[in-house]
């Protein structure tokens, strides 16, 4: 069993609590062959009975995590990192206020200068004194004021941009999104990037790779595979993404994605990483 979150998690199966694992980490419980209930149990709650069918010899194997904040675990089949809707919100509105901003000054740049002008060839603008130079006095004066009026409606547009972008589903959502499951990793850029899948089966290794552009998850296609064209390189191995890209450089995020690795990928996960 796997805990993939970042609380200690108690495994009761068939009534009775066997023993904990810990954040991160994973562990074996002995169970004879036959019928049993496996559930993970939380501070904030526990799973629902998962129903289990152990043939002789065989094993199962399952998946759990507690976001944290006191919320019930859950059973795990995907492992999925995206920037949270806050980070998502706050791109968003940095991207329209910079572009209206910009706007703003240029439109007000345009408008101090056209005035300026216009009073000068009436005889009656108070830059007078200053002559033609007055020009470098009024563009740029108006350029503030109209860059801070279209710079505030950029804020206010970009937030309402983000939130309705973050809650309108997966189709139309802009953050990036990485998912890992027992069978391949999936990275889509965006809403309207291609999705990158990479099956397990093709990789002879995966792991964290930490350059001076931030650390990277890589990919080391198996013999015979070739990543796609125009992917970066690192180390060695093909970049699938940056992990702030998908929200997981912090300390928290990235020990889950480790978890995840280990669990998902296996032996081809490279430990030693990032």
């Given at each position: ?12 199966i ?32 526990a ?13 199962a ?11 019930a ?10 920037p ?5 919100v ?11 901003t910009g706007?703003?000054?240029?439109v007000g740049?345009?408008?101090g200068?056209?005035?300026?002008v216009?009073?000068m ?9 200053y002559?033609w ?13 109209v ?39 999936s ?13 397990w089966?093709?990789?002879e290794?995966?792991g964290?790779?930490?350059d ?25 191995g ?11 450089a912090?300390a928290s ?12 990928a296996g ?8």
């Amino acid at each position: 069993m796997a805990n993939l979150g970042g609380t200690e998690l108690v495994v009761v199966i068939d009534g009775a609590a066997v023993g904990a694992v810990e954040a991160g980490a994973q562990e074996s419980f002995p169970l004879a062959p036959g019928e049993h209930t496996l559930q993970a149990r939380a501070a904030g709650g526990a799973t629902a009975l998962r129903r289990l069918t152990l043939e002789p010899g065989g094993t199962a194997r399952a998946a759990f995590e507690a976001p944290g904040g006191g919320t019930a675990p859950h059973h795990v089949e995907t492992a999925v990192f995206t920037p949270s809707r806050g980070a998502a919100v706050a791109g968003a509105t940095g991207r329209f206020t910079a572009g209206s901003t910009g706007l703003g000054a240029g439109v007000g740049a345009a408008m101090g200068a056209f005035f300026f002008v216009s009073d000068m060839l009436s005889g009656q603008g108070g830059l007078n004194e200053y002559g033609w130079a007055g020009i470098f006095i009024a563009a740029p004066a108006v350029a503030v004021i109209v860059g801070v009026l279209f710079g505030a409606g950029g804020i206010l547009f970009g937030a309402l941009s983000g939130l309705s972008e973050t809650r309108g589903g997966a189709a139309r959502d802009p953050r990036h999104r990485l998912a890992l499951d027992a069978t391949r990793l999936s990275f889509r850029r965006g809403a309207e990037g291609a999705a990158l899948h990479v099956a397990w089966a093709g990789v002879e290794r995966v792991g964290l790779v930490e350059d001076p552009r931030g650390a990277a998850l890589v990919v080391w296609y198996a013999p015979g595979r070739t990543p796609p064209a125009g992917a970066e390189r690192l180390d060695g191995g093909a970049v699938v993404c940056r992990l702030r890209e998908v929200g997981a450089a912090g300390a928290s995020q990235r020990r889950r994605l480790r978890a995840a690795l280990r669990w998902f990928a296996g032996r081809r996960y490279a430990q030693a990483d990032a």
